[in-house]
């Protein structure tokens, strides 16, 4: 059974770091592509960051326009672990981020985490 588990939100003024982790189990984890989202109320899902295999031990790093800079994403292929460190947090990046996980080649990510709130006061 596949999980993904995150962890890592709280409430941090804005300006302030935060850091989210996720841990997967009952996946070949090396060989997903993992990512973030976050989804606000009545808004569409956004892909914040996401860390693709590109085969081997190759792996490449994509971010959404609206984090770049002040985002960053890692894996931990020996602990199964995936961590979006966030930084120069804003008001806006509130809300329910979640780790997903989808096979190479993959359109669209299949597994997905329970979610875990950030809340950036102003």
């Known amino acids: 059974q596949i999980q993904l588990v995150e962890s890592g939100g709280g409430l941090v003024p804005a300006g302030g770091s935060l850091r989210l982790s996720c841990a997967a189990s009952?996946?070949?984890?090396?060989?997903?592509?993992m990512g973030w989202f976050r989804q606000a109320p009545g808004k569409e899902r956004e892909l914040v960051a996401e860390?693709?295999?590109?085969?081997?031990?190759?792996?490449?790093?994509e971010y959404a326009d609206s984090v770049k800079g002040r985002f960053t994403i890692s894996r931990d292929n020996a602990k199964n672990t995936v961590t979006l460190q966030m930084g120069s947090l804003k008001p806006e990046d509130t809300t329910v981020y979640y780790c997903?996980?989808?096979?190479?080649?993959?359109?669209?990510?299949?597994?997905w985490g329970q979610g875990t709130q950030v809340t950036v006061s102003s």
């Open positions: 860390v693709r295999w590109s085969g081997g031990s190759t792996y490449y790093a």
């Open positions: 009952g996946l070949t984890f090396r060989t997903k592509d």
């Open positions: 997903a996980a989808r096979r190479q080649g993959r359109q669209t990510y299949e597994y």
